[in-house]
């Protein structure tokens, strides 16, 4: 389908399940390598089993220059460059700005935000080298619009725009920088923050109420999105965020007699 992206190599943080799982799957579908970025080692191995030859997994910390930059040289050993970065690590926590312990804001916003900057410190040049690449951040729905008890989330997700029009800018043209920014979104980190509230049931009802479609996202979706703008169907777009939420912010709760 996206011929240009053949024989690409592109790196997914928190690759091994979930948006980045579905978006590895997308890559390897149209022909591309991945490396696969994550914590979560057996999660790691089972992605890199299931994908085949085409993927590496490396078990990464994201914010750690010296993680990243090991990381990195493993995927130039194997695949021999590096063309593209789907930045995608993140973590859920609930707290306002009262509740939240300071370790708790430094861990979100490290893995939501920090991570981000230092993957394109650090592949931006192997980028440049090759004439270009695409970098996308995915942020969230929460880039524009707020849950309560999510503060440092929202910081991190909101930040995540102005990091990619800062990219954009900084490395054009030959690198291009877009955010994907879904909705509420089937993975295994959704799964484990419903599994921790006191009606799990209601809070996944409330999930899938709140967008317009009346239905919250398959991975798959967002990961075909993600590999879209990628590719040279988006060639003349960068440091535009997009929405792929099913509505979720366009509509004030609440009727209006006609």
Request: net charge negative.
């Amino acid at each position: 389908m996206y011929k240009d992206l053949k024989n690409k190599t592109v790196v997914i943080t928190g690759g091994a399940k979930g948006i980045g799982l579905s978006t590895a799957e997308v890559f390897i579908r149209e022909k591309a390598s991945v490396i696969i970025l994550d914590i979560d080692e057996e999660a790691g191995i089972k992605a890199e089993d299931k994908l085949g030859s085409n993927a590496l997994f490396v078990k990464t910390d994201v914010t750690n220059s010296e993680a990243i930059k090991l990381a990195l040289n493993k995927g130039l050993e194997k695949f021999g460059n590096i063309h593209h970065l789907v930045n995608n690590a993140g973590i859920i926590h609930y707290a306002n700005a009262v509740t939240c312990m300071e370790e708790d804001w430094d861990r979100v916003m490290n893995i939501n935000l920090k991570s981000y900057y230092l993957m394109a410190k650090y592949t931006v040049p192997i980028m440049k080298k090759n004439t270009g690449g695409v970098i996308i951040n995915v942020g969230s729905a929460q880039s524009f619009i707020s849950s309560a008890n999510m503060v440092h989330y929202t910081t991190a997700k909101s930040a995540v725009l102005g990091l990619t029009r800062a990219l954009a800018i900084d490395f054009a043209p030959e690198i291009r920088c877009l955010s994907i920014c879904p909705g509420t979104v089937d993975t295994p980190m959704a799964r484990n923050a419903w599994a921790e509230a006191s009606n799990p049931e209601q809070i996944h009802q409330d999930s899938i109420d709140m967008h317009v479609l009346k239905r919250i996202a398959k991975s798959e979706e967002i990961a075909e999105m993600i590999v879209f703008a990628t590719s040279n169907r988006c060639a003349f777009m960068t440091g535009q965020h997009i929405r792929v939420d099913g509505g979720l912010g366009i509509q004030i709760p609440g009727s209006v007699e006609e």
